[in-house]
């Protein structure tokens, strides 16, 4: 039995031109009811992605989403696992999980979840976990991120990656700390220093367990530099719980590290997680390497103003390294 979908469908064919537009402007565009079916849906995503234009492929794709809680469950997963195109696989993969999101389908976001894991196509488990992008699907999929940053392809680590970075500033505004648990121990997991680094550099940490930061400092002794950098800038936000601990490991990191971009790293997280109680400590670090002795003077410098806010003390810096 076909259900009527509660949504307006646009005519299938591209926009009138500029001219014609200004010539119809008191014309009201009709308006037609239309019975939800996937098979119609997709069609009509199908032409439309022929159409040239990206708002109209948008459009299509915020329809199928709205329309997803009337489709029959049978007919939509039935497409979702014999579509083998990318772009309309993650369509129908984005419909599945608008149904677990709206309570109509709770096991949807598996059906998803198992098929970015098994799915022989590189491309369709990319596109399948991009559905998933900005959704509760760190909530709702145990360990899928932990297993999608070791995949063999590069390209659905990176997708992986994002999803983390995405979730955790967009769906939870950095302040949930499961969530930002989730994509730590994805980060360390993830035997791809590229996925790692790029986890870490962009995760808000302040709400983080004892767990993670313990993980996160494990990376201090990674044998790649852009590792033990986005480590050490990850330490550097950590909870007030933690912040001793990741202050004693960064300053002993000091004394062995080789690395000119991860020392100054650390010097930005020693100021970080000490404001102006890290000048002494950052006046010992200074002695240790004449090439940071500028970095060191500018951040004891800017610390001594009593600013309480980091982000006014990272600005200050910016403005006093700039000035002439």
Same mark, same amino acid.
């Given at each position: 039995?076909?259900?009527?979908? %509660? ?17 119809? @402007?008191?014309a009201?565009?009709?308006l ?8 119609? =849906? ?18 299509l ?9 009337t ?15 990318p ?12 149904r +677990? ?8 976001? /598996? ?9 022989? /196509? ?46 955790n ?11 930002? /648990? ?8 993830? @035997? ?10 962009? =995760? ?6 004892a ?7 494990? %990376? %201090? ?6 590792v033990r ?12 719980? $933690?912040? $001793?601990?990741?202050r ?22 020693? +100021?970080? =997680? ?18 940071l002795?500028?970095?060191?003077? +500018? ?22 390294? $700039?000035?002439?």
């Amino acid at each position: 039995m076909k259900r009527l979908c %509660l949504l307006l469908t646009l005519p299938l064919f591209p926009l009138l031109s500029t001219h014609a537009h200004a010539a119809s @402007t008191d014309a009201q565009p009709a308006l037609r009811a239309s019975t939800c079916s996937v098979r119609g =849906l997709m069609d009509d995503i199908r032409r439309g992605l022929g159409s040239g234009s990206p708002s109209y492929q948008r459009y299509l794709r915020t329809l199928l989403r709205e329309a997803a809680v009337t489709l029959p469950d049978a007919e939509l997963r039935d497409a979702f696992a014999r579509e083998t195109d990318p772009v309309m696989a993650e369509h129908l993969a984005a419909a599945l999980v608008a149904r +677990a999101e709206r309570e109509a389908d709770t096991q949807a976001m /598996d059906v998803v979840a198992q098929r970015a894991l098994h799915d022989a /196509d590189p491309s369709v488990r990319a596109a399948t976990l991009r559905a998933m992008r900005r959704t509760s699907a760190l909530e709702r999929t145990g360990d899928l991120y932990e297993r999608m940053v070791r995949d063999e392809s590069p390209q659905v680590r990176q997708e992986a990656a994002t999803n983390l970075i995405e979730d955790n500033a967009h769906v939870y505004a950095g302040q949930y700390g499961p969530a930002a /648990d989730t994509a730590v121990t994805a980060a360390v997991a993830s @035997t791809d220093p590229a996925v790692t680094a790029r986890i870490l550099d962009n =995760l808000s940490t302040e709400k983080i367990s004892a767990e993670s930061a313990d993980r996160i400092t494990s %990376l %201090l002794r990674s044998d790649d530099a852009s590792v033990r950098k986005a480590a050490v800038n990850a330490l550097g936000g950590v909870p007030a719980e $933690q912040m $001793q601990g990741a202050r004693e490991s960064l300053l002993a990191m000091y004394r062995e590290e080789t690395d000119e971009g991860v020392r100054k790293a650390l010097l930005q997280s020693v +100021a970080q =997680l000490g404001f102006e109680g890290a000048i002494p400590d950052l006046q010992r670090l200074r002695a240790m390497d004449p090439r940071l002795a500028q970095e060191a003077d +500018a951040w004891i410098q800017v610390l001594g103003m009593g600013l309480q806010e980091w982000s006014l003390l990272l600005r200050e810096k910016q403005r006093l390294q $700039q000035a002439p």
